[in-house]
């Protein structure tokens, strides 16, 4: 079972408790995954399709509870590329009574050609009304990814007008959705941990968001050991090259010229890396009588440098 299935199924088995965000919900479900058909002379049907049966019960319940209507489910397999099963859910009852209280349709004058697919912000006075709204969204159209794999948050919308004021509706919450066109849907979608984790707070899948911060934490951690092991890994680096430009110069020194005649300073330190050849700058200032710090340690292989650079292969070192 996917990762999203699992928020749906756990946000599938809350309790209807208010009228207000049963409706709410509703809208929301009517908008995101419902379709509206025509047979016959003033004859309307609702459809609402989906791929995961806790879904397709939360809608049965849903009609059951506020219209006391029963609707007809039926069940289909996918084809070979895609063996998903998809539920249908079909109305054919109190369907304009429906359109007219999720405001999809004017209350005067019914026209099943005229839809308004924007989410109906009289219904969503109150903050529990707009959670549920929400919620409504993700279990018609949501996606959420694995966040072992990576964090993406998507409402996939049939219609452009949705999908932006949905997006308008996501900025109560603080959550800053982008939209995309991809194959003629309006796509909103998050890719911030700390959104998505909102999302799911808003919508009340608490064990989902529980599963996902524990796994922020994990990679949050993995990512902080890597970042220690790259650093000191680089601090390595940087001290066997130091080093060995050093011993090069101390052998180049041993090699034209004799290296006891360096100034007791220089010589101290140039004896101690050849005995030290791993040992940083630090630990080379330490072994000194009396010690010296790393800035000290690092003018003195400077100077040896310098010495060594301007030593010609007959030259002196004084």
Known sequence: ????????????????????????????????????????????????????????????????????VSASVSVSRGKKLKRANSYRVQLQETVKVILSDVMMVAEAGFNPYQLNHAIPIDLLESDCCKRAYIKGVFLGCGSLSDPEKGYHLEFVNHNDSHAKTFSKLLTHYHLT????????????????????????????????????ENIRIVKEMRN????????????????????MRQIEHINRLQQFSDLNRLPKPLL???????????????????????????????????????????????????
């Open 177 to 212: 959705a982008k939209i995309i066109v991809r194959k003629g849907y309006h796509v909103v979608y998050l890719k911030e941990s700390e959104q998505i984790v909102d999302v799911l707070n808003i919508i009340g899948a608490y064990n989902s968001l529980l599963q996902v």
């Open 268 to 318: 101290d330190v140039a004896l101690l890396r050849l005995d030290h050849p791993d040992a940083s700058l630090k630990e080379i200032g330490e072994m000194l009588s009396p010690p010296i710090g790393k800035s000290g340690v690092n003018h003195r292989f400077k100077k040896i440098e310098q010495i060594a650079q301007n030593l010609s292969v007959k030259g002196d070192i004084l």
């Open 1 to 68: 079972m996917s990762f999203s299935s699992t928020v749906k199924n756990e946000v599938c088995r809350q309790p209807i408790e208010k009228n207000c965000c049963l409706l709410a919900e509703l809208a929301a479900l009517v908008r995101s995954t419902g379709v509206v058909t025509i047979k016959g002379h003033d004859h309307v049907q609702l459809v609402f399709s989906t791929e995961n049966a806790a879904v397709a019960r939360r809608i049965y319940s849903l009609l059951k509870k506020k219209y006391g």
């Open 224 to 243: 902080n050991i890597n970042r220690v092991i790259n650093c000191e890994t680089a601090n390595l680096s940087k001290t066997v090259d130091a080093s």
